[in-house]
């Protein structure tokens, strides 16, 4: 169940989730909807979205390195969470592990989903992203077809000063994936 909360500058869609999450993580919380102009979109994000994610067309993934999340550098974006389509044969968790490899060059371990951005274009067509998190050891060893052009770890006191395209939205997605992660053994 949600409901719309309208504030003065922005829409909010609050999750009334009782309990906690399938990883012992509160679920109750406000995630601001935004405008990414890059994309044409506006996005918002639903928790621990489990069996809701059948209309997902991409990924993203949220690595986590022992000294603070792994961005890639992409052509046109800068530095960003590894990201991407799903193939046709790929299984979701196929699909995010691929491109992590692909984009910072690292193996994906303790993987969950986390949820899901809700993306919504001008037209009104939904679609979503599912959101993973993980934890890797090394990056860096990018493979030849790769889109990344380099590869860094950001502390995460540092990820709005580097992030590409960085928002309230995505500042909280960060918090949660981080809060997902510390409860994970």
Same mark, same amino acid.
């Given at each position: ?66 000294? *603070?999340?792994?961005? $890639? &550098? #992409?052509?046109?974006? +800068?530095?960003?969470?590894?990201? /991407?389509?799903?193939?046709? !044969? ?33 037209? *009104?067509?939904?679609? $979503? &992203? #599912?959101?993973?998190? +993980?934890?890797?050891?090394?990056? /860096?060893?990018?493979?030849? !077809? ?40």
């Amino acid at each position: 169940m949600y409901s719309l909360l309208n504030t003065v500058d922005t829409v909010c869609v609050r999750y009334h989730l009782r309990g906690t999450s399938r990883y012992g993580v509160e679920v109750l919380r406000v995630y601001p909807v935004v405008e990414w102009s890059d994309l044409g979109v506006t996005a918002t994000f639903e928790e621990d979205a489990g069996g809701g994610t059948n209309a997902a067309t991409t990924v993203v993934v949220f690595a986590r390195h022992p000294d *603070g999340f792994v961005l $890639a &550098a #992409i052509p046109g974006r +800068g530095w960003c969470t590894p990201s /991407g389509h799903i193939e046709p !044969h790929e299984t979701y968790l196929d699909a995010a592990l691929r491109e992590t490899r692909e984009e910072i060059g690292a193996e994906l371990r303790d993987v969950r989903i986390i949820g899901r951005f809700l993306l919504t274009n001008s037209s *009104g067509v939904r679609s $979503a &992203a #599912i959101a993973f998190v +993980g934890r890797v050891d090394t990056f /860096g060893d990018l493979p030849a !077809h790769t889109e990344a052009t380099a590869v860094r770890v950001v502390p995460p006191e540092d990820l709005p000063s580097v992030y590409y395209r960085w928002d309230e939205l995505l500042s909280r997605v960060f918090a949660y994936a981080e809060r997902l992660l510390a409860a994970i053994p």
